[in-house]
């Protein structure tokens, strides 16, 4: 029990994306320790000082931190903590006017129609084998840990409903998707043992889920929903789903950004109404309604066969298709609204942190194109829009692309139970572009992500003087082959298109270490950063 240590007060795995991390040091059992940062000569500490891990060294790379203390019993002990330094790149963005989206798309590791990918032309098979599927068909990427059970420090034993990815493709006869949904209570939660088991898959029980397309961009549903009784009179919903005699029972989805159709169908297939709604009934202020009266019947014929009508498809299982899981890593009660958006919350690869395939799940769809009312060279020529909509009853908790409505109550109490989230019951407005399939809207605008380049050392600032050090660079969106100038105090060491180059610094000092990448258009990107030898 005497044995001194030291320790950091900064997590272990903490990841940053600023240029250094201000770790906080302590002692146990000893007034003094050391610290070494990647290897560099040991120095000394005290109790309560403060280390900048990170500076000088390029980002994407770990830092390591070793901390050694000697207490009276003469032994001295050895702790290494491991910190992430992170850069990522801007990406390329677009938006049109024309699809009444009225939020820009959520930013950071989300991603709508990512390298502006689009789907592809693809005959998929629904068997619930994800092979068929690459990471080139992903029209919209989410984040795992996002759902509203995180912002509340007592849901974590509830059902994820946490969308991580909309792949889509088509061919002559359907329209495809699969959509990826995550489960990190594994990870951040093990503890509650129901949520992180296979008990908290979504098809343990029919929940609503929806797919979201935009066919007529001219068009915009409301969510407002018009049918007609047996004794011939009309009447109206708020929405489409989870209404009693015109009254939304727990919340519902409406729209801003133009929808006009809704594939409504349940997390376990056994709802023989699902259904197909069309908005082809306009509303006195010009919006459309969703008609009941005109749906198209898509339900399960079969539960056991897991057969449905006009050729609707849908299988699920347990998988995960992408190779990472990116995921803001914070146990519960430590979550605040927002973080999701920032980055320098803890974001980690979850595999890193033992994610297994089998956590994750997985619907593959088909839709008929003829339920559309579209064809093969409709996809290609207009495009449609899409979004997935995951629910718990009738609100929406997910949706790909993100929308901030999904977590916009998430820390408020849910009125049936205090301890989980009143997002399973508020009224969420779609607001956000949705991914686009096939071809861009005409008057989208393109904002190409910049030449970019993530600079630094091997090794982190501090190191001793005749170290070799590294100089590293990483080029993001260049045109052609790049070359780069590698400078120390600016003067240049190394110009050529070989990416990193070896410095061995002869005498202590603070130098300005840097590098100025050029591609074949000519576009330049620089970066320069202090380094302590």
């Known amino acids: 029990g005497d044995h001194a240590y030291g320790y950091t007060l900064t997590a272990n795995n903490t990841a940053f994306s600023t240029e250094s991390l201000d770790v906080k040091l302590a002692l146990k059992n000893a007034d003094k320790g050391y610290y070494s940062v990647d290897g560099s000569a040991k120095k000394e500490f005290a109790n309560g000082d403060s280390v900048k891990v990170g500076e000088g060294k390029i980002g994407n790379s770990k830092v390591t931190l ?3 203390a000697t207490g009276a019993d003469g032994v001295e002990t050895e702790q290494t903590y491991t910190f992430k330094k992170t850069f990522t790149a801007s990406k390329t963005t677009f938006s049109a006017k024309s699809d009444g989206h009225t939020t820009a798309p959520e930013s950071g590791y989300y991603g709508t129609n990512p390298e502006m990918q689009l789907g592809k032309h693809k005959t998929i098979s629904v068997d619930g084998d994800l092979s068929d599927w690459d990471s080139s068909m992903i029209i919209a990427q989410g984040v795992a840990n996002d759902d509203p059970r995180v912002y509340m420090p007592s849901s974590m034993h509830e059902q994820p409903w946490d969308a991580y990815a909309l792949y889509s493709a088509w061919d002559d006869d359907n329209l495809y998707f699969l959509l990826e949904m995550a489960n990190t209570t594994y990870i951040t939660s093990p503890e509650d043992n129901f949520a992180a088991s296979n008990e908290a898959r979504p098809w343990r029980n029919s929940i609503p889920m929806y797919l979201a397309l935009s066919i007529d961009p001219a068009k915009q549903a409301t969510g407002k929903a018009v049918g007609t009784n047996k004794d011939g009179s009309v009447y109206t919903n708020p929405f489409v789903w ?16 133009h929808i006009d159709t809704l ?3 349940d997390s376990n297939n056994s709802n023989g109404g699902a259904s197909i709604f069309k908005a082809d009934t306009q509303d006195t202020d010009g919006t459309y309604m969703f008609n009941y009266d005109t ?3 898509i339900g399960v014929t079969s539960f056991q066969a897991q057969d449905n009508k006009n050729g609707f498809k849908i299988k ?11 995921g803001i890593n914070a146990p519960k009660g430590s979550r605040v609204m927002g973080d999701n958006l920032d980055m320098n919350s803890n974001w980690v690869d979850f595999f890193d942190e033992g994610y297994k395939n089998s956590y994750g799940y997985v619907y593959e769809i088909a839709v008929p194109l003829n339920t559309l009312g579209i064809d093969r060279s409709y996809i290609e020529t207009q495009g449609i829009g899409a979004m997935q909509i995951l629910t718990y009853g009738t609100s929406g908790m997910d949706t790909l692309p993100h929308d901030p409505s999904m977590l916009d109550q998430a820390n408020l109490e849910y009125s049936y139970d205090p301890s989980t989230s009143h997002e399973k019951e508020d009224i969420d407005n779609i607001t956000v572009p949705l991914a686009r399939i096939g071809a861009l809207l005409p008057d989208t605008e393109v904002n190409e992500a910049p030449f970019e380049v993530n600079f630094g050392a091997n090794l982190n600032s501090g190191q001793s003087a005749g170290t070799p050090i590294t100089l590293l660079a990483e080029s993001y969106h260049a045109t052609g082959d790049v070359t780069y100038s590698f400078t120390v105090n600016g003067e240049t060491v190394q110009n050529s298109n070989t990416d990193s180059c070896v410095w061995t610094p002869s005498a202590d000092g603070t130098y300005s270490i840097g590098v100025v990448a050029v591609d074949a258009n000519g576009n330049k990107a620089e970066s320069t ?3 302590v030898v």
Request: aromatic fraction near 16%.
């Open 316 to 326: 699920y299982a347990n998988g995960t298709k992408s190779t990472s899981i990116f």
């Open 529 to 531: 950063k202090t380094f």
């Open 263 to 265: 594939v409504a169908f």
């Open 242 to 257: 989870g209404c009693t005699n015109g009254t939304a029972k727990d919340g519902g989805t409406g729209f801003t950004t």
């Open 66 to 68: 070793t901390l050694y």
């Open 295 to 297: 749906r198209i019947p």
